[in-house]
């Protein structure tokens, strides 16, 4: 499992792509919105917690479908799937390594775009908290879609359109905490839904995953 | 004719409830040869309803006080809502039979019944932003219901584009299920986070409240019921027609790929 998730990691840096796209990606989405509304600080201020977290949720999406396109390509997903490592644990490792090449870094490059989107002092700790914690169901939710589509020439934008209804809960969730947070009040209830739901898929979606991924691999 | 009959006697007997009965209509001949024959009962009953319930409900019920004529969008709006709830809730135990017991037939009807679910959800949403254009002065609001409609609508696509992606009906079939019982949890925890998000407009449903306060009107409740029996078998005749339809259209696939092959 760990050599799977070191493997993962090295190809995902220097196979480029994946690793810093994101990471831009999200850059231009925060540089694009006050081109979009008006340099205004306040009302920057007060949307910035949803963009921040509509960007960071885009710029996951972009790169799902890597998780497992390169690796069916050359085979070695078949090899992979033959191995003794079973298919759950398999998927588990993906989103992981997809977790720790797309969101860590979104989540660590957070408070220097909320310094461009004038988000308010007290916002700060809340919205890479909620990051934090929503990132991981973003991956895992991510990857279902991924193994989904795997098999298809052009899934790319079927992927979206599978993915991001998928995606509702936790941005409702994860927007509403930054956003209270934003505003000095109490974060807690949607955190610990954002929580659940993060625990919730990573508990229960690889096995829908790997139910799909060994349908594609059939 | 009579072998049909002699089936359904022989797997009747050996259970009273007749369950086991059902799993016959997973033979796609058997399907076919029954539903053609229900068929044109469905399809009659269903304009009838449809018929009486909308005239009633249009022409023979008094206004609203407050509400004027447009109360009476609710003849189609409620049983078009509720139908875009239901045919999903029949897609997903559909999909799980066919994961579960692999009969073709059951994939089919939930492939069968996905466009015209997502057509009632459309139909849901349009009626009511005609009738909240002249009540809540606003043609769409970001009410939870409203919303999670939305998000409905946009499962239904998605479950939809999958069907036409994939070329193996098989694959189809289980990769559309398994996203029809995902998107399932996630279509109910959507509908409780924009309930969190956002503090509705949308009244409550009052159908269910015979005997409580605040009631629907009993002018209205009788067509209602109509219409919506209506819409529900029209729906039932629509599936059957989609499901006999693909059957043949998969029978003729089949056939013309052994006349390639010599």
Redesign the interface.
Known sequence: MIALLVRDLRLAVRAGGGFGLGLAFFLIVVVLVPFGVGPETGLLARIAPGILWLGALLACLLSLDRIFALDWEDGSLDLIATSPLPMEGVVSIKALAHWLTTGLPLVIATPLFGLLMSLPQAGYGPLVLSLLIGTPALSVIGT?GAA??V??KR?GL?LS??V???Y??TL??GA?TARRGAEGLDTAT?ML?LAG?SFGVTAL?PF?SA??LR??L? | MTADRGAIRTASWDKPLNLNALWEYANPLKFMRTTERVLPFFTVTAFACLAVGLIWGFFFTPDDFRQGSTVKIMFIHVPTAMMAINIWAMMLVTSLVWLVRRHHVSALAARAAAPIGAMMTVIALFTGATWGQPMWGTWWAWDPRLTAFLILFLFYLGYMALWAAIENDDTAADLTSVLCLVGSVFAILSRYAVKFWNQGLHQDSTIMKVGEKDPLAADYYLPLVVCITGFVLYFVALVLIRTNTEIRARRMRALLARERQG
């Open positions: 279902f989904l589509t098999g298809l899934g079927l359109l599978l991001l209804p998928l509702v809960p409702i969730f509403e949607p839904m739901i979606l829908a139910a799909v349908v594609n059939r």
